[in-house]
């Protein structure tokens, strides 16, 4: 019964932060802030340009980081899969 309670709290307390903070989330990164400032004066099809770019920018260094760091375990995953079964 207390439990219950408590796992009540906790998940009204965690919908009641997200709620507050979520203006604080929403403002987007600074780079595509940027971009979305200068581009005012530029055609439409150059500034969506531009914000697909800094995104993509932006998504790619994460996945390259983690090739990186996990290349080992990607290689043998791929050597398992290409490799000729007997």
């Known amino acids: 019964m207390m439990v219950g309670i408590m796992k009540l ?3 009204l307390f965690l919908v009641l932060m ?3 903070t979520q203006s604080a989330w929403t403002q987007g990164c600074s780079q595509c802030k940027l971009l979305a400032e200068q581009g005012s ?6 500034f969506g ?3 697909n770019s800094g995104i993509l920018f932006l998504m790619v260094i994460p996945y390259l980081i ?3 760091l996990f290349r080992e375990q990607v290689k043998n995953i791929f050597s398992k899969l290409f490799s000729k079964k007997s």
């Open 9 to 11: 709290k906790l998940s």
């Open 18 to 20: 997200i709620t507050i």
């Open 41 to 46: 004066g530029l055609e439409e099809a150059s």
């Open 49 to 51: 340009s531009n914000i």
């Open 66 to 68: 983690l090739m990186f």
